[in-house]
């Protein structure tokens, strides 16, 4: 049972390269979100899609696009990294967007440095 | 939108000892509140979460509270063991209300268990 698996778990890249994150979950999950993760701050919402077909913006969105390919999985582009963007990505999913009981799983993240 | 404030940054205690980490919210309209743990190169992980309508919720030896009044909510370890050690977050939803993947983070307890 992998959960919700992330690649890359390591990159590096050069300032205005670009790259796709790739997250797949298992677990038949309705809705799927991005976090980033920066020292001294905690997690922010990226993005996220509610359910298959429909993606919507989170807190810090500038810079980042989202692909919900299939229910299965959710893609986060860079197109043109900036050094702001260093931080660890999260992927997570949740069987729907508003049930209560329905625990936030979260991949092992992608550690992404802008040179 | 919510802000999450959490306190300590970091928490040491001896083996045994109970710890307690602290978060206020902003937002009165939201109502589920989760704590997640986070190890070392791993995604965070929901261990415990209540809702709005109770003022405590216990598993095992750990316990949330929630004062809505003040808008601030603990999580309680008690009997800690050196795998307690890890990094906890609190959060509250984004927006206020029920989006509960759609999360605000506080900034993250660093705990420490000394053997």
């Known amino acids: 049972n992998a959960g919700v698996t992330q690649t890359p778990k390591f990159q590096v890249l050069k300032t205005g390269q670009s790259m796709t994150l790739q997250c797949a979950q298992d677990?038949?999950?309705?809705?799927m979100y991005w976090y980033r993760q920066d020292p001294g701050m905690g997690l922010r919402l990226i993005y996220y899609?509610?359910?298959?077909?429909?993606?919507d913006k989170g807190e810090v969105p500038n810079g980042y696009n989202v692909s919900r390919l299939n229910k299965r999985e959710f893609s986060l582009r860079l197109e043109s990294a900036a050094p702001s963007q260093t931080s660890v990505y999260f992927c997570?999913?949740?069987?729907?967007?508003?049930?209560?009981?329905?625990?936030?799983?979260f991949g092992n993240g992608t550690r992404l440095t802008v040179t | 939108g919510e802000n999450v404030e959490q306190h300590p940054s970091t928490l040491s205690v001896q083996e045994g000892d109970s710890a307690v980490i602290k978060c206020t919210y902003s937002?009165?309209?939201?109502?589920?509140f989760p704590w997640y743990k986070q190890e070392l190169g791993k995604g965070p992980q929901l261990i415990i979460d209540?809702?709005?309508?109770?003022g405590e919720k216990k598993d095992q030896r750990i316990a949330v509270t929630l004062n809505k009044t003040a808008k601030h909510f603990s999580l309680h370890i008690t009997e800690t063991q050196p795998e307690d050690s890890a990094v906890y977050f609190c959060?509250?939803?984004?927006?206020?209300?029920?989006?509960?993947?759609?999360?605000?983070f506080g900034q993250g307890t660093i705990l420490t268990v000394h053997p």
């Open positions: 997570a999913s949740r069987l729907t967007a508003s049930s209560y009981n329905s625990p936030l799983h």
């Open positions: 677990m038949n999950h309705n809705s």
């Open positions: 899609s509610a359910s298959e077909g429909t993606t």
């Open positions: 937002d009165s309209a939201s109502n589920y």
């Open positions: 209540i809702r709005s309508n109770v």
């Open positions: 959060a509250a939803p984004y927006a206020g209300g029920t989006s509960y993947g759609k999360l605000t």
